[in-house]
């Protein structure tokens, strides 16, 4: 057993500069957060004028493709973890990082560009769906980098509050993309929207990206990744080593993730947006006041995803999970009697519920993640378990919601979808080990090697 590290202390054993930890945690919320604002930018476009300018002139359910253009992109996020896997374990995680900031940048500054199915045809969607699938690429080699930059670099006893630093970036970026959208609706209201408000959030990406790419290049590597490199112990092929011995555990992590993303992906996949806002439906709310109300559950989700995750500090990555799961399931079952209330007040009100299990759910993942896999294949681990959670959770949500309240003329039977979400992402934690505070360096592969999947000794 190694002996108690003192808190200053990096992963490797070198003593870290607060300073340059500092940087590190700014550095992982700025870009995480103009990733998913520009992921996010789509999702709420999708719910508010995409499928009428791009997909109505098709003769099909606009609404039902639209929201499927959200789920494509999900499909090629395994592609991005592979790739960003790959190159992230053999040549580091920032030249990955600042390749995914870019590339998501360049796809949704080009959508704010798109002309419309008016203008070119069937061209327009086809386009869209292209640097959709761009920005997954993109998506799918982003978080695990960021998730492994912020945790490498954190003192043993404060992984959680770390690894929580590039999971706010989810909530702010939501809270950017709602905010900015919303505040669209104001510069640009009725018609201007719809024909050129909704782009000008696109192209402010190319702003952010400048920004994001900036504080990047200042960020020092990963502590055990430079070690890694030195010992020239980097593995050869990190995907078929991951998948030769973890694939279970690649399985199993995947499940944790799906049960928050899939009812996350109510609101970052604009469901509730469209569904509160759709002129046909039960509610027809005005634009505006339904944004903002997700702007401001955006804010109730990052704070308890920052608390969740100096919960898991202190309780262990698994108890807060459990924790955070009946939390959810409480959100989950108050969501749409609130949503369908028809007030707004009473919609942030079930929004904000959601939201703290959200937090929980999420706030501990990146240590969790980063705990689970051993230090040479640690970026195709989280990377790629990331990527499938995200499939099987949050890709179709929006338009499984969409076709069931379509089919039943209910939201009843989501409720019950997301709940079961819910219990599969619970009965997953519940087949894991806390591993909270291992090793995560070089030194430790063989106690890293140690299955977390209880009742299995070995991976």
């Known amino acids: 057993m190694s002996a108690p590290q003192p808190a200053g202390f990096t992963p490797t054993g070198t003593i870290a500069v607060p300073a340059d930890r500092r940087r590190v945690v700014f550095a992982t919320i700025v870009g995480t957060t103009v990733e998913w604002y520009d992921f996010f930018i789509y999702a709420t476009a999708v719910g508010l ?3 009428q300018l791009f997909f109505a002139p098709l003769g099909a359910d606009s609404a039902i493709l639209a929201f499927a253009t959200v789920g494509v992109s999900f499909l090629f996020r ?9 190159f992230g374990d053999k040549y580091g995680r920032k030249v990955v990082l600042m390749w995914t900031l870019i590339l998501m940048g360049a796809s949704t500054a080009l959508i704010g560009l798109l002309p419309t199915y008016e203008t070119i045809g069937i061209a327009a969607p086809i386009l869209l769906v292209l640097l959709r699938i761009l920005q997954g690429i993109s998506a799918g080699g982003e978080w695990g980098g960021a998730v492994l930059m ?48 909704w782009r000008v959030p696109f192209l402010l990406s190319v702003v952010l990206i400048v920004v994001g790419y900036y504080v990047r290049r200042k960020v020092e590597e990963s502590p055990v990744f430079t070690e890694l490199a030195e010992r020239k112990e980097k593995a050869r092929m990190p995907i078929v080593q991951l998948f030769k011995k973890h694939t279970l555990l690649v399985v199993i992590a995947a499940l ?3 049960g928050n993303n899939a009812v996350g992906y109510m609101t970052t996949g604009g469901f509730i947006q469209g569904y509160a806002t759709n002129p046909d439906g039960p509610l027809a709310l005005e634009r505006g006041p339904v944004l903002w109300a997700v702007t401001g559950s955006a804010v109730t989700w990052l704070l308890s995803t920052l ?22 399931l409480i959100g989950v079952f108050a969501l749409f009697p609130l949503v369908n209330s028809g007030n707004i007040g ?22 969790l993640y ?71 360096g070089p030194d430790h592969e063989d106690e890293q090697s140690i299955s977390p999947i209880r009742g299995l000794a070995r991976a």
Not at 78 to 86: D, E, I, N, R, S
Not at 186 to 194: K, V
Not at 308 to 316: C, E, L, N, T
């Open 49 to 51: 004028v995409f499928g």
């Open 78 to 86: 395994p592609l991005g973890a592979f790739l960003a896997g790959h």
């Open 150 to 197: 912020a945790v490498e670099h954190a003192p043993r006893s404060r992984r959680g509050v770390f690894g929580a630093s590039p999971q706010i970036g989810v909530p702010l970026g939501l809270l950017l993309a709602s905010g900015v959208m919303a505040l669209m609706t104001i510069i640009a209201p009725g018609d201007a929207f719809l024909q050129w408000g």
């Open 256 to 258: 944790v993730f799906a």
């Open 307 to 328: 608390f969740a995750g100096w919960v898991s500090d202190r309780i262990g990555r698994r108890t807060t999970y459990i924790i955070g799961w009946i939390l959810q």
């Open 346 to 367: 009473l919609l942030f009100a079930g929004l904000a519920i959601l939201t703290i299990g959200l937090g929980f759910t999420y706030g501990p993942q990146a240590a």
């Open 370 to 440: 980063t705990e689970l896999f051993p230090a040479s294949i640690r970026f195709s681990g989280v990377s790629i378990s990331y990527a499938i959670g995200a499939i099987v959770g949050g890709a179709f949500a929006p338009t499984i919601a969409t076709a069931l309240v379509q089919a039943t003329g209910s939201t009843l039977s989501v409720t019950w979808y997301l709940a079961g979400m819910t219990v599969i992402g619970l009965i997953a934690t519940l087949l894991l080990r806390d591993r909270s505070g291992i090793p995560l």
